[in-house]
């Protein structure tokens, strides 16, 4: 929303904003006058002269200016003061068409001679004497959108700029989607990326559409949304996405890009319409094809976007050449105010601490049916970390404690947090430490009797590896100690019998990338042996398998599913015989898509339906609707500026409580602020 408010009595408060040059244009907005003293200014300018001139006087009449005298065009009280009115004002090289609150008023006629294009609106206060006059402005919005037929062949459109060391997208007649005219990129070089970037009037949000002809894709091409993150004063990519060779989109988060189309979403040799949309939150965009939502995506880095102040079209890098892309008809709309919901309802996030130093990554939840609670850290993401956090909540995360006196283990790098089946709590260290010999090492547990309140001594006992380990680091959270080959990850899985089952990760000696194990202990969770690997490959792309969450599906069967890298995909495996032995690990797809993430948590609902919840882009949740973990449905984005690591816990068959952070200390654009942060999830009905 733009406020004009006039203070002065020796200027009058003006701002003036670009459009896309044309000869004729429909410039419509709403204007609340909510004082009045001396009334207000609508004009339509040609460079810095005058197109069209309106003026709305304190009793809500409306004159025209023909560049000598003011002419009446409405009776007073036509516009209404102290409450929302909508504009229209539709334009030619002539004369001009007024319409306010859907009231055809009259032609008003040029204040200055025809010209090739309006290329500005002009939103002021009227004159100086007396001070007083505030009006509030909202939902600018001009079209038709730009078709480049009036703009000189051969150069960059008018109001455009092609940055520095980038070389230059021009007008062209090559071809069109409408008009005789377009945008064209034609990257022919191999050291230089071609660029054009076209301002936008700042704004919270915003409809972005055009038309594109990828003719020609070695590389791809980018649409970037410009703007400012909160706290940053200098202006930058802030929404940017991929166009390749295949025809999907990718997003870049500041780290890398993700893939979040199938092939052919933007095919080449034919134009296809798409629209870039923001609501005015800015937390995320969708991209649109014929209207129809194709792909979701964040924002470069996890500092809040503030505004957006422009785009740009450019060619994919610099090497290979031979990308050549047309524009067409583009045109910026207001944002909505929200996007529209999807089938799984995301609720806004909840605080749960928040402070100048490192907080991040919620590593382990659970629920004891009346209170949740969450574990997370406060330390740098190294293995010599330590400091974890421990908060509760007793209204299914409408607010939070941090509840330090009851945290087991405040000093560990983190902790995993399960409920057992008699009631029990058992809080898990994430480290274990090497014991003689190398092949056992010990594992901390406390074990709560009253739901968290109060914490037994703490018990240390062993896991055993039929192989030697060697440490999984060569730094260490406990001086004195080196670390155990394996880390303990997520909450366990229990039989009816008492067994249960821990996922664990890392290296014995010779491993040359990550192992993943499955303990079993048959003693409460005090020692466990190891069962048996769920998956290695020494040649394995990335870390190798690790961070396996570990869950029963519903037919029986144990169902792994694990990390391989960041930006890696991820990959499952099951086992039918009580993890004895697994599927050789197969990528986990959906929607046509294989799945990148980390850290996975695997969410058994209360329905029977399985759920996923991953990070890395953001954090995002799949859901498997029979709970065999065989399919999967496309995922829904949670939240993109998390860091990567989250926890889930199921409240009702329909309802989760999923946590995340603003935190990580290596992430771009990192807020000047650390949060931990829990949102309701409700899920559609099985």
């Not at 290329?119 to 206060?125: D, H, I, K, N, R």
Request: hydrophobic letters at 35%; aromatic letters at 8%.
């Amino acid at each position: 929303m733009l406020l004009v408010d006039d203070h002065s009595s020796t200027s009058h408060t003006v701002v003036t904003c670009p459009l896309d040059p044309r000869p004729a244009t429909t410039f419509s907005f709403k204007t609340l006058p909510a004082a009045l003293p001396n009334g207000f200014l609508v004009s339509l300018l040609t460079g810095t002269t005058l197109a069209y001139h309106l003026n709305i006087t304190p009793d809500g009449a409306v004159h025209w200016y023909d560049g000598t005298h003011w002419t009446q065009l409405a009776t007073a009280n036509t516009v209404h003061v102290g409450a929302w009115n909508t504009f229209r004002l539709e334009a030619t090289p002539q004369s001009a068409q007024l319409f306010v609150n859907e009231i055809n008023l009259g032609t008003a006629s040029r204040a200055s001679a025809p010209t090739p294009n309006i290329t500005a609106y002009q939103l002021a206060s009227n004159g100086t004497v007396p001070t007083g006059d505030r009006i509030y402005f909202d939902d600018v919005t001009t079209t038709p959108g730009r078709t480049y037929d009036t703009e000189p062949l051969g150069a960059t459109p008018s109001g455009c700029t092609t940055p520095a060391g980038k070389s230059a997208a021009v007008v062209s007649n090559v071809r069109a989607h409408s008009g005789t005219a377009s945008l064209r990129l034609d990257d022919r070089a191999t050291n230089t990326q071609e660029v054009v970037s076209c301002p936008v009037v700042p704004q919270r949000g915003i409809d972005l559409r055009l038309s594109t002809y990828p003719a020609e894709v070695q590389n791809g091409f980018l649409i970037s949304l410009r703007g400012h993150f909160e706290g940053q004063p200098d202006p930058a990519v802030v929404f940017h996405l991929a166009f390749v060779t295949d025809g999907s989109i990718r997003w870049y988060d500041g780290l890398a890009w993700t893939t979040v189309t199938t092939p052919g979403a933007v095919p080449v040799g034919a134009w296809t319409d798409l629209r870039i949309r923001a609501a005015v939150d800015e937390e995320s965009i969708e991209v649109l094809k014929d209207d129809t939502v194709i792909a979701r995506a964040g924002p470069v880095g996890m500092r809040r976007v503030t505004d957006i102040t422009g785009f740009d079209l450019s060619s994919n890098g610099t090497a290979t050449a031979g990308d050549e892309v047309f524009f067409d008809d583009v045109q910026v709309d207001a944002a909505p105010e929200v996007l529209p919901p999807g089938a799984v309802g995301i609720g806004p996030a909840v605080t749960i601490q928040q402070e100048d130093g490192l907080l991040q990554m919620p590593h382990s939840s659970v629920s004891t049916g009346t209170e949740a609670m969450v574990t997370y850290a406060a330390h740098v993401d190294t293995a010599a970390g330590t400091g974890t956090r421990f908060a509760t909540s007793a209204n299914a995360g409408e607010t939070w404690s941090v509840a330090a006196a009851r945290n087991p283990m405040p000093d560990e790098q983190s902790y995993n947090l399960s409920r057992l089946r008699n009631g029990d709590l058992m809080a898990l260290s994430y480290h274990t430490y090497m014991r003689a010999g190398d092949r056992s090492a010990d594992v901390e547990t406390k074990v709560s009797h009253d739901g968290g309140q109060t914490w037994g001594t703490l018990r240390v006992g062993a896991m055993t590896t039929p192989e030697t380990m060697r440490p999984i680091d060569a730094n260490s959270s406990r001086p004195g100690r080196s670390l155990g080959g394996f880390v303990l990850v997520h909450n366990v899985v229990e039989d009816a019998d008492g067994t249960l089952y821990q996922s664990a990760c890392g290296y014995y000696t010779n491993d040359t990338k990550y192992r993943q194990l499955i303990l079993r202990s048959t003693d409460g969770g005090v020692n466990w042996t190891t069962l048996s690997t769920v998956a290695y490959n020494g040649t394995q792309p990335g870390e190798g398998f690790c961070e396996a969450a570990i869950a029963r599906a519903a037919d029986g069967s144990l169902l792994a599913v694990m990390r391989t890298g960041s930006y890696l995909n991820m990959y499952t495996a099951r086992s039918t015989d009580n993890g004895r032995t697994w599927t050789t690990p197969s990528i986990l797809r959906a929607g046509g898509l294989a799945v990148v993430g980390v850290y996975p948590n695997l969410i058994p609902l209360l329905d029977g339906r399985l759920a996923l919840y991953y990070g890395r882009p953001g954090q995002s949740l799949m859901l498997s609707p029979d709970g065999s973990g065989t399919t999967w449905l496309p995922p829904t984005p949670i939240d993109y500026r998390n860091s990567a690591n989250g926890s889930a816990i199921p409240l009702t068959p329909t309802t989760l409580l999923t946590f995340g952070d603003r935190g990580a200390n290596w992430s771009p654009n990192k807020p000047p602020t650390s949060t931990i942060w829990s949102r309701t999830i409700t899920l559609p009905t099985r």
